[in-house]
């Protein structure tokens, strides 16, 4: 199947999609921030460059974007209808890289959460599990 953009307006599309501060990324912090805790942001000392670095606590969370980390809710599990295999690959890569951070940052003595981007629409869930998270020894 064509795609239905012009190659400008995919170019477009694509330019727009943030790395950082993406908004499940912001609702996160604004919980954090919430409930006391004072944290770093994208510490590129650490695999990964995780997006809320917690040094005191060493702890971790990650905001993974459900298209693009291949979560198993519905948003994850979309293929893209064109240039299908290229995006299969560099979603599984993203994938593999994120279980090799991970890996690493726990050998390195550090908690990890993962918060998808799904859940962060469900406010009361997302703030429970930050919470028990950050508040467990």
């Keep these: 199947m064509a795609d239905v953009l012009t190659k400008e307006q995919r170019s477009f599309n694509m330019s727009q999609i943030r790395g950082k501060n993406t ?3 912001i609702i996160v912090r604004s919980i954090v921030h919430g409930i006391g805790f004072r944290y770093s942001l994208h510490k590129n000392n650490l695999p990964g460059k995780p997006d809320i670095v917690l040094s005191r606590h060493k702890k971790i969370i990650f905001v993974h974007g459900c298209f693009w980390h291949m979560h198993k809710c519905k948003y994850g599990k979309v293929k893209p209808a064109t240039n299908t295999n290229f995006w299969q690959e560099k979603r599984q890569g ?44």
């Design 23 to 25: 908004k499940p990324e």
């Design 94 to 137: 993203n994938v593999e890289r994120d279980k090799r951070n991970i890996k690493q940052l726990k050998k390195l003595g550090w908690q990890i959460l993962v918060i998808w981007e799904c859940q962060t629409k469900k406010a009361e869930k997302v703030i429970n599990r930050i919470k028990k998270f950050l508040e467990q020894g």
